[in-house]
């Protein structure tokens, strides 16, 4: 069934936005990014920002919503559009700052820092893309998704909660194995 | 495994309260239990940012109408500041009326002739102006319109700002031209507006006037055809009413209801006719 576009005043629709991002519908997604760009976009735009900026800024508060959503942490005091474009404002001010601070101040020990846990962030991310879709699937429904092991099992098709333990901890070692091969222990156990 | 999964409902807050402070308290003696708390913590992190990217490379896929939605506020928002310039123009050069509504269907029956930038003359002695107020007051609408209400209006020109070439206010005297001046219409600091008022339900009356409170009422059919008022300055301020072909005197300090005659005098007919026409 397409998912047709809602109407914020409609509390029942944006109250299905939500269910729907719980059920994994990343039609959503889509269709929150098309309605909260045009007013991010005129916002950075207006801020010194370029579009490629307002798609990029866009992009990213359309998925912390959807992250905040699935996570259960989300407080809604506002329609979701609303809550989107706040999020789009303060994703955009930060990066205002962080580009200030950089053409303003040398780098420091905190850039270096920083440097150090990208490549660690970066590494981290390029082993869990080296896994097989299953092990990713399982590990993205259980943290990211915070799924139980039933719901886990019903989307993935397997056979109980056991297997789904079972392969979640195969995973799991499997990616601090590949973790650990390309970084040296050492690194992150200091 | 037992260990594994205590870390892990650790780092994904499931321990109950009682397993978290023993936890914690343990982490705080057990170097290498921190380490490898604060490891797990990073993958899972990365699992969160995995999943962003991956949600966000979709994002990037879609295509959102850049070229439509950028502009269009720019383009609106410009358009909308050009008309809202235009209309501020428009009335900041007229003079304001105390009912004036107006649209262009209506302006265009009211036959009026606007003359923002007229050459003035000036005297060699004594420049004074000569404001022509064109008003057009109550115009009744349509018949069919009036079968629902009549719809009274009143619509005043801009004043023309043209030099005054009157030394007195009842002779009119030829001007001596020195050279045309363009007329800024803003500098202008003489105000031509004299209100209007038109009653045409008293029978008794039924083609006078009265000036009272420096405010003209006429009384008769005029909102029946097009009216104009001529503001001649001079010493004082003298109204001539244009109506129908025929020019007539308003003395301002005429105070009673008095019938309106037309003036005769052929030179200042003409004069008169001569400054309506410009």
């Known amino acids: 069934m397409p998912f047709k576009l809602f109407t914020n005043k409609d509390s029942n629709s944006e109250q299905q936005i939500i269910n729907r991002i719980h059920e994994g519908d990343e039609q959503v997604l889509e269709v929150l990014y098309k309605q909260c760009f045009p007013m991010i976009s005129k916002m950075i735009t207006h801020n010194n920002g370029t579009l490629e900026d307002a798609m990029d800024i866009a992009q990213d508060a359309v998925v912390i919503f959807w992250q905040k959503a699935i996570s259960g942490t989300l407080v809604m005091s506002s329609k979701i559009t609303t809550y989107i474009y706040g999020i789009g404002q303060n994703l955009w001010l930060k990066e205002l700052e962080r580009k200030r601070k950089f053409q303003f101040q040398k780098k420091d020990r905190h850039e270096y820092i920083d440097t150090e846990t990208k490549e660690r962030d970066k590494i981290i991310i390029e082993c869990i893309d080296s896994l097989d879709k299953s092990c990713r699937d399982v590990l993205i429904h259980y943290y990211y998704d915070e799924m139980s092991m039933a719901q886990i099992a019903e989307r993935m098709g397997l056979k109980n909660t056991d297997s789904v333990k079972t392969k979640k901890y195969k995973c799991k070692q499997k990616l601090e194995e590949l973790v650990k091969s390309r970084y040296s222990e050492s690194d992150f156990l200091d | ?278």
Do not use: C
């Open chain 2, 1 to 278: 495994m037992e260990k594994f999964e205590l870390i892990d409902d650790y780092v994904t807050n499931k321990l109950e309260k009682s397993e978290l402070e023993s936890f914690e308290k343990a982490i705080l003696s057990d170097k290498e239990l921190k380490a490898e708390v604060d490891f797990q913590k990073s993958l899972i992190e990365g699992i969160k940012q995995y999943r962003n990217f991956e949600l966000k490379a979709k994002l990037k896929n879609v295509k959102v109408s850049t070229s439509i939605w950028a502009p269009r506020p720019l383009i609106f928002g410009g358009l909308s500041l050009v008309a809202t310039l235009l209309i501020i123009y428009f009335f900041a050069s007229k003079p304001p009326t105390p009912t004036a509504t107006l649209t262009e269907q209506k302006l265009d029956s009211t036959a009026i002739v606007q003359k923002n930038e007229t050459p003035t003359k000036k005297l060699d002695s004594e420049s004074h102006t000569v404001k022509k107020v064109v008003e057009n007051q109550k115009i009744s609408i349509a018949k069919e319109k009036a079968k629902v209400g009549i719809i009274n209006l009143q619509a005043q020109k801009p004043t023309l700002k043209l030099a005054d070439p009157l030394s007195d206010t009842t002779q009119v005297v030829e001007p001596k031209i020195e050279e045309p001046v363009t007329v800024n219409k803003f500098e202008n600091t003489i105000k031509p507006k004299t209100e209007v008022i038109v009653d045409n339900s008293q029978k008794k009356y039924n083609f006078h006037y009265q000036s009272k409170n420096g405010k003209i009422s006429l009384f008769g059919p005029f909102d029946k055809n097009l009216y104009e008022l001529l503001e001649i300055y001079g010493i004082d301020k003298t109204l001539f009413l244009y109506f129908k072909d025929k020019f007539y005197l308003l003395d301002m300090n005429q105070s009673e209801i008095t019938k309106l005659v037309p003036i005769k005098d052929e030179s200042l007919l003409k004069k008169l006719q001569g400054y309506r026409e410009k």
